[in-house]
């Protein structure tokens, strides 16, 4: 089943501008995972947080997560042309016997006009 | 180069034909899922294994099979296949509690 909903489903920036995406889910998460696709292609690993955090950054990337509200946003500052893709967040569940794989959402497709 | 390694890239078959879609990671990695995408479906998972000879199913795994014999490989299966397991594969892997390593895709057409 579809765990997370990506908010919006497109977006259309100006390069250098500053571009955020939303994601809700259903139930009860280990960590979330946010992914980048290009065109196809296989999906890129960018960051992971933990049920017990509520921010994380690495490089141009701020991921924020609240578990009350089920919501993780996933923020790109300055926008390249390059960072123009489907990026898709992804729920992971642990149980008794180990990792129950990642849940995907549907995915938001940015664009970044040059 | 840490990587996970699925083929073929592109596949067409005919209706019934079993095939083999073959992924192996060099990373170590527990676990081990395959994933399928589609236009307006997203992913969704197939197939996942926790270690070797450990294996259950994902949201959609009609029509599949796989098996986990090495820590390495975890190929999926199709019995026979039909025209609605078109879509675009994805083998991923991933060590405990940290993110998915995932292939390049295989493209199958089934016709």
């Known amino acids: 089943s579809q765990q997370g909903e990506e908010d919006p489903q497109a977006l259309s920036i100006q390069e250098g501008e500053n571009a955020t995406m939303n994601c809700s889910y259903k139930?009860?998460?280990?960590?979330l995972q946010w992914y980048r696709q290009n065109s196809g292609r296989g999906l890129v690993h960018l960051i992971l947080?933990?049920?017990?955090?509520r921010e994380k950054h690495s490089g141009r990337l701020r991921v924020t997560l609240d578990t009350s509200k089920k919501s993780s946003s996933l923020l790109i500052t300055a926008s390249r042309a390059a960072d123009t893709a489907s990026y898709f967040c992804?729920?992971?569940?642990?149980?008794?016997?180990?990792?129950?794989?990642?849940?995907f959402g549907k995915g938001t497709h940015l664009i970044i006009q040059p | 180069e840490a990587q996970v390694t699925q083929n073929p890239r592109y596949l067409i078959t005919v209706t019934g034909k079993k095939l083999t879609v073959t992924c192996s990671q060099n990373?170590?990695?527990?676990?081990m899922s395959w994933y399928r995408q589609d236009p307006g479906l997203g992913l969704r998972q197939i197939y996942y294994?926790?270690?070797?000879?450990?294996?259950d199913k994902g949201d959609v795994p009609e029509g599949y099979k796989v098996s986990r014999k090495e820590k390495r490989n975890f190929p999926l299966i199709l019995e026979s296949p039909s025209p609605n397991q078109t879509s675009l594969y994805f083998c991923?892997?991933?060590?405990?509690?940290?993110?998915?390593?995932f292939g390049s895709g295989t493209r199958l057409t089934v016709v």
């Open positions: 991923a892997s991933s060590s405990t509690g940290g993110g998915y390593t």
């Open positions: 947080i933990r049920s017990n955090e």
């Open positions: 992804a729920t992971a569940w642990y149980s008794g016997g180990g990792a129950d794989g990642l849940t």
């Open positions: 139930t009860s998460i280990n960590n």
């Open positions: 294994s926790m270690n070797v000879e450990v294996t």
């Open positions: 990373m170590n990695h527990e676990y």
